[in-house]
């Protein structure tokens, strides 16, 4: 038996009370002498033992109330699990990410994984996660290690990236008071942690990491572009060595041509497929049967001529005046090429939109809040927590306090527009270049670094993400949950009013990947990644038909693609992935303390004692009264 409050226990020493004023009583009674004694003799006579055995009895009760008294505000409980758990638990996170499906990789990771489980000692528990952009777990911590090397033999690699903090968090759940190890049996891709990353796990698990290995020499192909008059592949070698490509393309299934390109050692190319493309989709396949298997093939809609709307909400809806630079960037490029349709709307107008109106727009950008009334927030804030796709522009147009509310009941979105007195001139710097968005910039980063800001508003929010940061340290861009949609908050307008930014030949590429990345949250987005793929849609590669939200009835395909930062063969080393790694110094505490109380919660042992001694008390009453 345990107790929730095991100092209350003090408070059975007041059962001593009962005790001492008994001891106190025993005194010797005087004689007294009384002559008539005939008129005793029809007196009821008690006997002096009988008196005390009773005299004992009510002691007794009494000390035992008082116990019970103390017992019952120490809250005791019968532990069970965590909260008197000292065995302890071994858990094999297995990676079954894509990179892991090169011949003769994943037979290794399984015997890896089998042979952390026999090390693992005699008395502990033994589990197995599996894991790639989530984390499943396949088997609970037991006794049974057969079933353990059997649930390792089933495990397969997937289409999915790494994701090193989901399989931490997953194994990390059962190490509730207890000590062990978690064995990490991967490849160790450098992109399994975001930039940044931290995760705390409690302070008796021990970390350890079984390395596959680096990947072998691979192709892959990480684009597909269909244009008016072709198709352009994008693809990779993530060898050590020159290496000439070989590329398919099939179109609706049916043969469409090849292509060759040489490529350097970790080098990409572009193959070149011409002719007008037509059916509905592509997919292009590349010819490496001793690398990564997921990445050899990538599909892409073509024959769509219309081109993705994004609505800019402004003052006064005139998008030649309020925002000329957004309305010229997204609109470069040809409609074959991705450039999108910019519909302008000021904020009163939005007022007597519906949500069925705005949820055709595959982006929202926010560039001004002026006019902008409840209604209008209503059907931004209804249109990001559907699945929609919004950015707020936090420029001198905008104002804080409403922008903050467009996400809802319960956000911590914090914006303070009022420009700096004396303005300071500061550049940007993306704090993960892996993420979406900076994609298009990788290797060459510091061409943002270009763009001068002179004015910025200060922004935050507890749930949400950094993206970038000004020289300056201040946050500049970030991203904040919105329901099933995305929000993003940049700390400077789209205009030249604070910034320089329109001019700089980074802009277009910025706005598009914002774009892309915010319509790929939408229903109605056509290109999605394994990890995003809709519900009721295979984690897969390939093409596949869903409903079209806008439109009842309608049905509409879209590619599923795998994560092309997967095929990268960038490598972590055992001490860089223990350093995203923190310890929680009193977790274990906590958790037997949180189990503890929930375990005592469901008993509720001291009701018992309280009605036992309310019984007492009855009993300890009646024997009282009749001593009188």
């Not at 094999?92 to 399984?110: E, H, K």
């Not at 929609?388 to 319960?410: F, K, S, T, Y």
């Not at 590429?509 to 990890?531: K, N």
Request: proline share 5%.
């Amino acid at each position: 038996m345990s107790f929730l409050a095991p100092l209350f226990l003090a408070g059975a020493a007041a059962a001593a009370i009962p005790i001492v004023l008994h001891l106190l009583k025993r005194e010797p009674e005087a004689r007294v002498q009384f002559a008539a004694v005939k008129l005793l003799k029809k007196a009821p006579v008690e006997h002096t033992q009988r008196r005390h055995l009773r005299e004992l009895i009510l002691l007794a009760l009494r000390v035992t109330a008082l116990v019970l008294l103390a017992l019952a505000f120490a809250r005791p409980f019968f532990a069970t699990g965590a909260a008197s758990a000292s065995t302890g638990v071994t858990v094999v996170a297995l990676d079954t990410s894509y990179s892991m499906s090169a011949p003769g990789r994943f037979d290794r990771a399984r015997q890896l994984a089998k042979d952390a489980i026999a090390r693992a000692p005699a008395a502990d528990l033994v589990g197995v996660v599996t894991f790639d952009d989530e984390a499943q777990i396949v088997m609970k911590p037991g006794t049974d290690r057969v079933l353990a090397a059997s649930a390792i033999d089933e495990a397969a690699p997937g289409f999915g990236g790494t994701r090193y903090r989901a399989a931490l968090s997953a194994a990390s759940q059962h190490f509730v008071g207890r000590r062990g190890t978690i064995v990490v049996v991967t490849d160790l891709q450098e992109n399994g942690w975001d930039a940044g990353d931290r995760l705390s796990v409690p302070d008796g698990a021990a970390i350890e990491v079984a390395d596959v290995g680096a990947l072998p020499p691979n192709l892959a192909v990480t684009a597909v572009r269909p244009l008016s008059d072709r198709i352009v592949a994008t693809v990779h070698n993530g060898g050590g060595g020159p290496r000439d490509a070989r590329l398919h393309l099939s179109i609706d299934g049916r043969p469409a041509g090849d292509a060759r390109v040489s490529l350097g050692a970790n080098q990409s190319g572009e193959a070149t497929f011409a002719g007008a493309p037509r059916g509905t989709a592509a997919a292009v396949a590349v010819d490496d049967p001793d690398g990564v298997a997921a990445d050899n093939v990538r599909y892409a809609l073509v024959g769509s001529g219309s081109r993705p709307s994004v609505l800019a909400v402004t003052g006064s809806g005139d998008l030649t005046r309020d925002a000329f630079y957004v309305q010229h960037a997204l609109a470069a490029g040809t409609p074959a090429d991705a450039a999108f349709q910019v519909v302008g709307v000021s904020g009163a107008q939005l007022s007597s939109w519906t949500d069925d109106r705005i949820a055709s727009h595959a982006a929202v950008f926010l560039l001004s809040t002026r006019g902008l009334e409840r209604r209008g927030r209503e059907v931004l804030s209804a249109y990001a927590r559907g699945g929609g796709g919004l950015l707020v522009a936090a420029g001198p147009d905008v104002d804080g306090d409403i922008a903050g509310d467009l996400l809802g009941e319960g956000s911590t979105l914090r914006i303070a527009t009022t420009p700096a007195a004396k303005p300071a001139a500061r550049a940007l710097a993306p704090a993960d270049v892996r993420h979406p968005i900076f994609q298009a910039f990788s290797g060459n980063a510091a061409t943002l670094g270009l763009v001068k800001f002179q004015n910025a508003s200060k922004i935050g929010g507890s749930g949400c993400q950094t993206l970038a940061r000004f020289t300056t340290g201040d946050t500049a861009f970030i991203e904040c949950p919105a329901g099933e949609g995305r929000a993003l908050v940049f700390a400077s307008d789209l205009d030249n009013k604070w910034s320089d930014f329109p001019l700089h030949a980074t802009f277009v590429p910025f706005l598009h990947e914002i774009v892309r990345y915010l319509a790929s949250a939408r229903a109605h987005a056509s290109d999605y990644l394994v990890a995003d793929a809709p519900a009721g849609v295979k984690k897969a590669p390939g093409v596949a038909t869903i409903a079209d939200a806008s439109q009842r009835g309608a049905e509409r395909r879209i590619v599923v693609n795998v994560d092309p930062r997967e095929s990268d063969t960038g490598r972590l080393s055992v001490d860089d992935f223990r350093s995203a790694v923190t310890r929680l110094k009193n977790e274990a505490g906590v958790e037997r303390r949180i189990d503890a109380r929930q375990q005592e919660d469901r008993q509720h042992l001291w009701q018992y004692a309280m009605a036992i001694m309310i019984l007492v008390l009855a009993g300890e009453g009646l024997l009282a009264a009749r001593m009188v």
